[in-house]
């Protein structure tokens, strides 16, 4: 190799340097803001070349205002035109910006969600916010409940024409006593509002779609829980003239109505009425819906039990195709949103899987075209709590539902949903594609034939990809992402367009990245002969079926076959043998304990990216038998021989079938030399079957290989690792030894240059 080509790498290298300073730190860290004074047309152009954005709104002629870079000032006084410094570090402007709005809305008075309100605060909460955003807000008086107050209903979308919007109906409060369902939606509505104009999703939403709020369907029945009347009151304060009370409004309507689940006993909780729609708070909502056509979507809140209810709840029929599918996948997806905001779990289920019901706003809202659900807030069905949720909890409630609120907004806005049922891939292995399932279904319009497509952009190529989806069924397509080397990554986001021209995105805003990486199976363990396995710990008590070694007899709880391919026949398992009955072998007595053997992580970490992984099958059944579920198997791992262990799960789920877990091992401890994997089966309370077993365990690594001139493992290889390794020389530290000849000479540091610059 000539002295030119080593030159020619160095200078790469060190314009490279240049490079990565010029992007490190904030944004616009050390960025300008000049006014130039141009004096001629040719100013103008040499001017806006350097900068990296207009300021003022035009460029020239006169003087006009661009914001700069470091590189990009001293480039402008190359130039020779005329100009000052406006602002001197650009960064520091928006940071204050920021500051002084987040201080701004923290100082906002948000104490109206420290707690409950009757009906009039709550209405005045309203209507103040109305005083506060009259561009976005209105509220209007939609009717009377039965002993003559005043019904409201708000409406909240962005300034301009409402006209062409679609509508989403959310009512609270049917049910007096459930005061979370009142307070959610105020905090909803009090959240859009105020973060419009400053989030751009809240801005997008509401400009393109109008909410219709009702804050209370039952204002009798909440006043009459206020203290000191009845705080568990439920239905309305119908006099029914027998001496009882109220009339269950989730009863009253006009859908299925006088059906199961609904009472014809006035002291019911769950009465009915004498008619469908005999009550005035019923019959006000049903002709303010109706009277906006363009509603398309329905959410009635109530509490508790934190569930995602979607029709029908009259009795045990799903909706037609496709809204069946699109209320189980989105209902799903609603969970899903709120489950990422507090880790607080909401159930989503058909409404009969609850109970039937029949005569609800969700089943009639549906019979007559929109899309609609239930939602039940917090707390749990689990605790004591039931409809009284402690006031702190009101924003934490608020927030998890005005997430799912943004995303129910949105989807109704053009009307297709767009879903993966299996997830969206984020980690494609060994260089293979990656084909997936793409849902798409008409919510609330149709889809344009032929336009599904996956757009996606790799780390390499410049370009938006567009590859159309081909079509399974109506509203099933199928993506494939291209195969790509490990280390690459992709970026994309699938998109469909509405018969009205309207293109829908998903995920809305954003694209999904997946990573391509390489997997290396350190070790596999067939289980087909002992390894080292161990069987038995202390406190094991197991009278029958401990583990072993064997071919499995099929039973009603035990797999007939391992789970390792032919040839492949055997598999650790608790006793596999049939016997008589279900019950015949199973572990009883206590448990049984199942340790792997000595297992090294610790090797070859050094030069993948990924850490090690942990991988084995598993089988377990606890259903069958007199006392069903009643027990559970802990999974273990340790990283010094068995002295300690930590849980990786504890599995109770009865899949029936060899099931695979994967635990990346740094998420729970440190890799060592000196793993060891244990399954602990046991029988815990009498009379309950159970069966386990073990198959194909291993250990592999998942990631991308270092460059080997990757000095600081960060999958970079740029100039930190060139000067990285420069100090290595010069400080003459024997890890610059690249030839291992006992020095740090030249031939060293070319050999790393040589490194360097190989892809
Ligand atoms: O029973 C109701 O009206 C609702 N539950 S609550 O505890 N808030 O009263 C649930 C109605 C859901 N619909 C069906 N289960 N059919
Ligand atoms: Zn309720």
Same mark, same amino acid.
Request: glycine share 10%; hydrophobic share 40%.
């Given at each position: 190799m000539g002295t030119i080509g080593r030159g020619a790498r160095l200078s790469a290298l060190l314009a490279c340097a240049g490079w990565v300073t010029g992007i490190a730190g904030a944004q616009f860290e050390g960025y300008k803001v000049v006014r130039v004074s141009p004096a001629s047309p040719r100013d103008v152009l040499a001017a806006s070349a350097v900068s990296a954005g207009l300021w003022s709104e035009r460029a020239g002629p006169g003087p006009f205002e661009v914001y700069v870079s470091p590189e990009g000032l001293e480039a402008l006084a190359g130039t020779g035109v005329r100009f000052e410094v406006l602002v001197d570090d650009l960064q520091t402007l928006l940071d204050e910006e920021r500051r002084a709005n987040q201080a701004a809305k923290a100082a906002r008075d948000s104490s109206f969600f420290d707690s409950y309100h009757n009906y009039a605060d709550l209405i005045a909460y309203y209507q103040q916010l109305v005083t506060d955003f009259p561009a976005l807000a209105s509220i209007e008086v939609i009717g009377q409940s039965l002993e003559g107050r005043p019904m409201y209903a708000a409406t909240i979308t962005g300034p301009g024409d409402p006209s062409g919007r679609p509508m989403v109906y959310f009512n609270a409060c049917q049910h007096a006593?459930?005061?979370?369902?009142?307070?959610?939606?105020?905090?909803?509505?009090?959240?859009?509002?105020?973060?419009?104009?400053?989030?751009?999703?809240?801005?997008?939403?509401?400009?393109?779609?109008?909410?219709?709020?009702?804050?209370?369907?039952?204002?009798?029945?909440?006043?009459?829980?206020?203290?000191?009347?009845?705080?568990?009151?439920?239905?309305?304060?119908?006099?029914?003239?027998?001496?009882?009370f109220g009339v269950d409004l989730n009863r009253n309507w006009d859908a299925f109505w006088g059906g199961d689940g609904s009472s014809g006993s006035t002291n019911s909780e769950t009465y009915r009425g004498t008619a469908p729609f005999s009550e005035p708070e019923t019959q006000v909502i049903r002709d303010d819906l109706l009277a906006h056509p363009s509603s398309v979507a329905h959410i009635d809140w109530h509490t508790y039990s934190q569930l995602i209810l979607y029709p029908w709840g009259y009795a045990d029929v799903p909706p037609p195709e496709p809204d069946r599918t699109f209320f189980d996948l989105f209902s799903r997806e609603l969970a899903d949103t709120i489950f990422a905001v507090h880790g607080v779990s909401y159930t989503p289920q058909q409404s009969i899987d609850l109970y039937a019901a029949a005569g609800t706003a969700t089943d009639w809202a549906y019979s007559v075209g929109r899309k609609s659900w239930t939602i039940e807030l917090r707390p749990s069905s689990?605790?004591?709590?039931?409809?009284?949720?402690?006031?702190?909890?009101?924003? /934490?409630?608020?927030? #998890?539902?005005? !997430? %799912?609120? *943004?995303?129910?907004?949105?989807?109704?806005? =053009?009307?297709?949903?767009?879903?993966?049922?299996?997830?969206?891939?984020?980690?494609?292995?060994?260089?293979?594609?990656?084909?997936?399932?793409?849902?798409?279904?008409?919510?609330?319009?149709?889809?344009?034939?032929?336009?599904?497509?996956?757009?996606?952009?790799?780390?390499?190529?410049?370009?938006?990809?567009?590859?159309?989806?081909?079509?399974?069924?109506?509203?099933?397509?199928?993506?494939?992402?291209?195969?790509?080397?490990?280390?690459?990554?992709?970026?994309?986001?699938?998109?469909?367009?509405?018969?009205?021209?309207?293109?829908?995105?998903? /995920?809305?805003?954003? #694209?999904?990245? !997946? %990573?391509? *990486?390489?997997?290396?199976?350190?070790?596999? =363990?067939?289980?087909?002969?002992?390894?080292?396995?161990?069987?038995?710990?202390?406190?094991?008590t197991a009278t029958t079926g401990q583990w072993g070694l064997m071919d499995p007899e099929p039973t009603a709880a035990q797999p007939g076959d391992d789970h390792t391919p032919a040839p492949g026949v055997n598999c650790w398992v608790t006793d596999g043998r049939a016997g008589s009955q279900v019950g015949s072998f199973d572990v009883d007595g206590g448990a049984t304990t199942?340790?792997?053997?000595?297992?090294?992580?610790?090797?070859?970490?050094?030069?993948?990216?990924?850490?090690?992984?942990?991988?084995?099958?598993?089988?377990?059944?606890?259903?069958?038998? %007199?006392?069903?579920?009643?027990?559970?198997?802990?999974v273990l791992l340790s990283n010094?021989?068995?002295?300690?262990?930590?849980?990786?799960?504890?599995?109770?789920?009865?899949?029936?079938?060899?099931?695979?877990?994967?635990?990346?091992?740094?998420?729970?401890?440190?890799?060592?030399?000196?793993?060891?994997?244990?399954?602990?089966?046991?029988?815990?309370?009498?009379?309950?079957?159970?069966?386990?077993?073990?198959?194909?365990?291993?250990?592999?690594?998942?990631?991308?290989?270092?460059?080997?001139?990757?000095?600081?493992?960060?999958?970079?290889t740029d100039a930190t690792d060139f000067f990285a390794y420069l100090d290595l020389f010069v400080a003459d530290d024997p890890g610059a030894d690249l030839d291992a000849d006992g020095d740090r000479d030249a031939s060293d540091f070319f050999l790393y240059l040589d490194l360097f610059v190989t892809p």
């Open positions: 006593r459930e005061w979370a369902s009142p307070s959610t939606l105020a905090f909803i509505v009090d959240e859009l509002l105020r973060n419009y104009g400053t989030d751009a999703r809240v801005t997008e939403i509401l400009d393109h779609v109008v909410l219709r709020a009702v804050p209370v369907v039952n204002p009798d029945g909440y006043e009459y829980t206020q203290v000191p009347a009845n705080r568990l009151w439920r239905k309305n304060r119908r006099n029914n003239g027998d001496g009882t689990g605790g004591a709590g039931g409809f009284i949720l402690p006031p702190e909890q009101i924003r /934490p409630t608020g927030q #998890e539902n005005y !997430a %799912a609120a *943004l995303r129910f907004l949105e989807v109704f806005i =053009d009307g297709l949903y767009l879903g993966m049922p299996g997830g969206a891939p984020t980690e494609i292995i060994n260089g293979a594609g990656r084909d997936f399932t793409v849902r798409i279904i008409g919510s609330s319009a149709t889809l344009e034939p032929g336009s599904a497509a996956l757009v996606f952009r790799t780390d390499f190529g410049a370009d938006d990809v567009t590859v159309p989806l081909a079509p399974l069924t109506d509203i099933s397509f199928s993506a494939s992402l291209p195969a790509l080397s490990p280390g690459r990554t992709i970026n994309y986001h699938v998109e469909a367009r509405t018969t009205a021209g309207n293109t829908v995105r998903f /995920p809305s805003a954003g #694209e999904i990245s !997946a %990573a391509y *990486l390489e997997e290396s199976v350190i070790t596999l =363990d067939t289980c087909e002969i002992n390894a080292g396995w161990t069987i038995g710990a202390p406190g094991d199942l340790t792997s053997p000595r297992l090294d992580a610790s090797l070859a970490g050094a030069w993948y990216s990924g850490g090690p992984t942990i991988a084995y099958h598993r089988w377990y059944s606890n259903d069958a038998g %007199a006392a069903p579920n009643s027990d559970s198997m802990p010094d021989d068995g002295a300690t262990w930590t849980q990786i799960e504890d599995v109770s789920e009865n899949t029936g079938a060899w099931t695979a877990r994967a635990v990346v091992i740094s998420d729970l401890m440190t890799p060592t030399d000196a793993m060891r994997l244990r399954f602990v089966a046991r029988d815990l309370g009498s009379g309950s079957i159970v069966e386990a077993g073990v198959d194909d365990v291993s250990l592999a690594i998942r990631g991308v290989h270092y460059h080997p001139a990757d000095l600081n493992h960060d999958t970079f």
